[in-house]
């Protein structure tokens, strides 16, 4: 299946640039690549749509369609599940209740809401920004201020005159001239050169590059339908993220990291191991080390890490942070994170703000904090985390480190013996 970039290009309705300037913006800000470019104004609503219709076969759930849904139609699907899944059923026949939804692919999801709503399906895809609105509509889930920005947008692009051209996203940084009523090509940075309202320069740290437009060569325009799974972070389905309450094999991939644990050999093992799994179903994933009263940066992975950074992030328990709480007991912490100095130089390791929803999650060894697990899935939100696949996931890795650090001890031990 070819990636939705390769498709808006080779039919002529985006530039190599724009395509690249949105993918600088979606590894900044996560999110689907349609709500970036909708968002830049290089493409309409309705382009879109079709375009999302013709990579994924089925037809488009559009703004229409989700607007006024009856109620026994919403109540087909508990809400919970609804934000589980993504998903919102919208019409119905003696044949079939018909559903928007995200992940069209995901054929056990598709036979996981047949199962739940009592009917056969017929699937549609919808924008994210439309699943999304519908979802904080019908069934009060959380709905990020970017998406209600796009979406009002949309809806005034909607109302409009055939006529009357909608005109640029005004956040799009795509300079063009009404005067001269012709487009300029110059392409600057999609952030402005002022920090965000909310967000200060953290002090004494060196300046973030702004985002540019990434050149794409030829080569990788052709690489792009193999990548395309990076294109959308976040669009992979997480068992984090809903639970399989009557599938006897849900638990599966957990099982297998819980091996691949068991026989890590080394702390450092077993911190990639955590990663390696947490990048599956989180935009971005960190872990830190707790060494001497201080939080150190340790592995990651995810859009736009600067490495350099992480490995020289540290924050001492002597200043105020969620690190800090966890280390006096607190189980995990699940929100916005408070903008305070540590925080914002977590933020600056992806070079982004605290706008999205984060996990952290802390492990210890006899109720000593040694280590702490950072996710965010971007404006996607983390309202249906599985706490109790966390808690799991996190019990065994402490065991696994603890594991590790004994041996690693006593191997020291064993040297310091046979050097004698």
């Given amino acids: 299946m070819q990636s939705l970039g390769t498709l808006l290009l080779q039919s002529g309705r985006i530039t190599k640039e724009q395509l690249g300037l949105a993918i600088s913006k979606q590894r900044e800000i996560g999110g689907r690549l349609g709500s970036c470019l909708l968002e830049m104004g290089a493409i309409s609503e309705d382009t879109l749509d079709r375009m999302l219709a013709e990579q994924q076969g089925v037809p488009i759930a559009t703004a229409e369609d989700l607007n006024e849904i009856p109620a026994e139609l919403i109540q087909l699907l508990p809400a919970r599940l609804a934000i589980r899944y993504q998903a919102v059923p919208f019409r119905s026949s003696t044949a079939a209740v018909e559903i928007a939804m995200l992940e069209v692919d995901n054929l056990w999801l598709q036979d996981e809401l047949s199962f739940i709503v009592g009917s056969r399906l017929k699937v549609h895809i919808a924008s994210e920004v439309r699943l999304v609105s519908a979802l904080a509509r019908y069934y009060n889930a959380s709905l990020p201020e970017r998406f209600a920005k796009l979406a009002e947008l949309l809806d005034q692009q909607l109302q409009r005159p055939p006529e009357t051209s909608p005109g640029p996203h005004p956040d799009s940084r795509l300079i063009h001239s009404a005067e001269l009523n012709e487009p300029i090509s110059l392409v600057v940075p999609i952030r402005s050169a002022q920090p965000e309202a909310g967000v200060s320069e953290i002090e004494g740290s060196t300046p973030l590059p702004h985002p540019q437009s990434i050149p794409l060569s030829d080569r990788d325009l052709a690489n792009l339908d193999a990548a395309a799974a990076s294109e959308d972070p976040g669009a992979k389905v997480s068992p984090f993220l809903y639970t399989r309450d009557h599938s006897s094999d849900g638990n599966a991939e957990i099982d297998d990291v819980e091996t691949q644990l068991a026989a890590a050999g080394s702390p450092e093992e077993v911190g990639q191991i955590l990663v390696d799994y947490l990048a599956q179903f989180f935009v971005r994933v960190l872990i830190f080390q707790v060494r001497q009263g201080t939080v150190c940066g340790w592995l990651g992975r995810g859009p736009g890490l600067d490495r ?69 899935r971007g404006p996607l939100g983390l309202q249906a985390l599985d706490l109790e696949l966390v808690r799991r996931l996190t019990a065994v890795a402490s065991r696994a480190f603890e594991r590790c650090i004994l041996e690693q001890k006593q191997a020291r031990q064993r040297q310091a013996l046979n050097g004698k």
């Fill in 308 to 376: 350099d950074r992480l490995a020289g992030f540290r924050v001492s328990f002597d200043e105020p942070s969620i690190f800090l709480n966890l280390r006096e007991g607190g189980s995990f912490f699940i929100g916005k994170l408070p903008a305070m100095p540590p925080h914002l130089e977590l933020a600056a390791c992806w070079s982004k703000d605290l706008t999205d929803e984060c996990a952290v999650f802390p492990l210890r060894l006899q109720e000593h904090l040694v280590s702490l697990i950072y996710g965010d």
